[in-house]
Each structure stands twice: as C-alpha cells, then as structure tokens.
C-alpha cells in the first residue's frame, strides 16, 4: 500500500491540474473532490444565504453522484460575429411632395372603396313608398350649419363630409319600433306599444319617415277595414316640412274607397291639416283625453271627431 500511494497522489494531482479553471480575477480553481464535499457538509453550520445555497448546491451534487446521475451540461454555439452595416440616413421628403399629400383632404365618394362595393344602385329598402330629396327641415339646416362654422374655425382639420340623404317614407318594420315608440310617447303620452300593428296589414296601415337612420314621423290607421287614424306624429325639428301631410297623403292612397276617421284636440294646429285634406267634423267631445294627457299638458283635452268620405 506505501508503494502505491505515491503513484495515486502524483495521478490525482495531474487530474487535478487538467481540471483547473482560471476566474475573471486570474485565480486557478479547481472541482471539490468528495471528501472535502462530505467534510465540508458535516461540518457545515447555520449562516447565511450564500453558505446555506453553496450547501444546498453541494448536497444537490453529492445525491446526483450517488445516484449515478450525470449533470447535463447545455454548451451554446456560438457563431461568430459579423460588424453591422451603418443604417443608410433617411432622405428628407421633397417639397412638393409634403404638399400634395398635404392638400389631400377626403376621398370623394365617386372615387372611394365604398362607392365601388355599393354600386350604381342604391340599396333597396323594405317596404319603400316615397323618396323626398327636396325637403331641407330646420333640423338638417342646423346640423349643416354647426358642421360649415366648424369648418371656418378649424381649417386645419380634415371635417368629415356629410353625405347627403333624402327623407324616406316606408312602411312600418320591427327595426322601427324602439324609435317609433320614443317618438309616440314624446309626442302623445307614456305607455304606446304599435307591435301589434305589424301583424295587421302593416303595409296599408302605417307609414314612417325616416332620414338615414332616424325615424322622424310616423302615421298609423288602426286596420284596413276599420280605418281610423290612431297616431299621426312628427319630431320636433322636423315639423311644418310637409312631412305630416305626405304620410297622410300615403295613408289615404293606400286605403281607397274607404272612409277614414280620427279624433283631434280642439287646439291641435292638425285641424288646418285635415281640413285641407277635406276631412269635416262630426260630433264634439269633451274630455276625450282626460285619461290619456297629463294634467299640466297644455293640449285641450276636448276632442273633435273627424272623417273623411271617399
């Protein structure tokens, strides 16, 4: 055992020297053998969170090894490295060319995506009567007027163009409801549902005018073979435009040869309306609409019963 324990320390300590590493600070450090593992384990003691991870680690390795298994190393290749080409500076636009992309404002609507997926032909709508393209109201004056002094105070924004529109006059449909049913009951009183009329003939017995999307009059006759004028109403902003006598004017067309009737306030400005049409007064009543108007409404709640003789 004497001769052979010179030969394994000189074998051990070239071991040793082929696994020594240099650190960034130019000291040579070598791997732990088990021994100086397992004494530095038993004799270490509680401290800090340096010596308590470096114990963990070392008990870590000491399992691996005794448990036959091998630590996987994860080596990363590394490619060599190539000096970037400088980023070519950015020319300055030309003049002329700001400017035209400057002037450019909006996209005219013959030139636009849009136009080309909607076509020549406007898009048809259900239950159409009448299209008004003449008609200007005090309300789509207005709204032109607050968009051109817009315009005039901040030139230097791109104000969206409004696309002309015309007022429609169609028959009552289910998209039409939430709307008609606001206007019914700003005009009138709480509580109006017309569901039920589009199961009775909606096509003979209603008309609603619309621009774009926004209902703006409504005209209802109860059926065909009682023809009597339940709601005839317009928005306020939209009134005294000929809206309310052209829904009128439909109703009637759409009912020949039948006698229409209708009650009317005795101070509705309407009667002027109807007289026109040549609708006359059959009987006074009074307090027709005492459970219907709120008692501070200024409407009369004396009523004039109406017909008109075809």
């Given at each position: 055992?004497?001769?052979?324990?010179?030969?394994?320390?000189?074998?051990?300590?070239?071991?040793?020297?082929?696994?020594?590493?240099?650190?960034?600070?130019?000291?040579?450090?070598?791997?732990?053998?088990?021994?100086?593992?397992?004494?530095?384990?038993?004799?270490?003691?509680?401290?800090?969170?340096?010596?308590?991870?470096?114990?963990?680690?070392?008990?870590?390795?000491?399992?691996?090894?005794?448990?036959?298994?091998?630590?996987?190393?994860?080596?990363?290749?590394?490619?060599?490295?190539?000096?970037?080409?400088?980023?070519?500076?950015?020319?300055?636009?030309?003049?002329?060319?700001?400017?035209?992309?400057?002037?450019?404002?909006?996209?005219?609507?013959?030139?636009?995506?849009?136009?080309?997926?909607?076509?020549?032909?406007?898009?048809?709508?259900?239950?159409?009567?009448?299209?008004?393209?003449?008609?200007?109201?005090?309300?789509?004056?207005?709204?032109?007027?607050?968009?051109?002094?817009?315009?005039?105070?901040h030139p230097e924004q791109n104000s969206p163009m409004e696309d002309l529109a015309p007022i429609t006059y169609s028959t009552l449909q289910a998209s039409h409801?939430?709307?008609?049913?606001?206007?019914?009951?700003?005009?009138?009183?709480?509580?109006?549902?017309?569901?039920?009329?589009?199961?009775?003939?909606?096509?003979?017995?209603?008309?609603?005018?619309?621009?774009?999307?926004?209902?703006?009059?409504?005209?209802?006759?109860?059926?065909?073979?009682?023809?009597?004028?339940?709601?005839?109403?317009?928005?306020?902003?939209?009134?005294?435009?000929?809206?309310?006598?052209?829904?009128?004017?439909?109703?009637?067309?759409?009912?020949?040869?039948?006698?229409?009737t209708l009650h009317v306030s005795a101070n509705n400005s309407a009667m002027l309306l109807y007289n026109q049409f040549g609708f006359k007064a059959e009987e006074?009543?009074?307090?027709?609409?005492?459970?219907?108007?709120?008692?501070?409404?200024?409407?009369?709640?004396?009523?004039?019963?109406?017909?008109?003789?075809?």
């Amino acid at each position: 055992m004497d001769a052979l324990l010179p030969e394994f320390l000189n074998t051990r300590l070239s071991l040793q020297e082929k696994e020594l590493e240099c650190d960034d600070k130019g000291s040579y450090l070598r791997p732990l053998t088990r021994s100086e593992v397992s004494f530095l384990l038993d004799s270490q003691t509680a401290g800090d969170a340096t010596a308590i991870l470096t114990q963990r680690k070392l008990k870590l390795s000491q399992e691996r090894r005794q448990n036959h298994v091998h630590r996987q190393t994860m080596v990363a290749q590394s490619a060599p490295l190539h000096e970037l080409k400088p980023t070519p500076e950015k020319a300055d636009p030309k003049p002329l060319v700001l400017s035209i992309l400057e002037n450019i404002k909006t996209t005219p609507f013959e030139s636009s995506f849009l136009s080309r997926l909607q076509g020549t032909r406007g898009i048809a709508l259900a239950g159409l009567i009448g299209v008004d393209w003449e008609t200007i109201t005090p309300w789509m004056s207005l709204m032109r007027d607050i968009q051109d002094h817009y315009g005039f105070v901040h030139p230097e924004q791109n104000s969206p163009m409004e696309d002309l529109a015309p007022i429609t006059y169609s028959t009552l449909q289910a998209s039409h409801l939430p709307q008609t049913h606001d206007l019914l009951e700003r005009s009138f009183w709480t509580g109006i549902d017309v569901s039920d009329t589009l199961e009775y003939y909606p096509e003979r017995c209603t008309v609603v005018a619309c621009y774009k999307c926004l209902v703006v009059g409504v005209a209802i006759i109860s059926s065909p073979q009682d023809t009597y004028i339940t709601y005839l109403a317009v928005r306020v902003g939209w009134d005294k435009t000929r809206i309310a006598r052209t829904m009128l004017f439909h109703l009637i067309k759409l009912n020949p040869k039948k006698d229409i009737t209708l009650h009317v306030s005795a101070n509705n400005s309407a009667m002027l309306l109807y007289n026109q049409f040549g609708f006359k007064a059959e009987e006074f009543i009074a307090g027709f609409y005492e459970d219907y108007l709120d008692p501070a409404s200024r409407a009369s709640k004396n009523a004039f019963r109406l017909r008109l003789r075809q």
